[in-house]
């Protein structure tokens, strides 16, 4: 497994924490909605940069370098045809499955992945994202598939 920085480290502890303080103070769904609305502002923040004016699979290239410095290995892959600009992030390592036991979550994905793919959803509304392979369910590796109508100038 991948050795992560201490601030990594304190950082996914921190979101664990508070997403438990969450769900024993709201409950579960009422959780998970506050969290997807405070992510929305901060993928569509991050994201735009990378996917504006291009494919996704272009933008999610462009997007490797910033999540290797979180300690995953991605590989993206165009899976666009004439009316669909679709991608493939593939992660082989998640940085988070030392983590999560500690907080009393059955994976790591309810707290992050989850929570990221809806935040996208409702941050770029003609997107759509789904959890296809989850490294936590023993799977070999986290897929993630994003897609959006194709647009004139993306190719």
Not at 22 to 27: A, I, T
Not at 44 to 56: H, N
Request: proline share 4%.
């Amino acid at each position: 497994m991948k050795q992560h920085s201490e601030e990594f480290i304190s950082s996914a502890r921190e979101k664990f924490s508070r997403y438990r303080e969450l769900v024993d103070q709201l409950g579960d769904d009422a959780a998970r909605e506050e969290s997807v609305v405070r992510s929305v502002a901060i993928q569509k923040e991050r994201m735009t940069p990378f996917i504006s004016g291009r494919t996704l699979a272009e933008g999610f290239r462009k997007a490797v370098p910033f999540f290797e410095k979180s300690g995953m290995e991605m590989e993206v892959h165009d899976i666009s045809n004439d009316r669909v600009d679709g991608v493939l992030e593939i992660q082989k390592h998640c940085p988070y499955l030392g983590i999560y036991r500690d907080y009393g979550f059955s994976t790591p994905c309810e707290v992050i992945c989850d929570i990221d793919v809806e935040a996208i959803g409702r941050a770029f509304p003609s997107m759509r994202g789904a959890v296809l392979s989850r490294l936590a369910c023993g799977d070999c590796a986290c897929v993630f598939k994003y897609e959006r109508p194709q647009e004139r100038n993306d190719r």
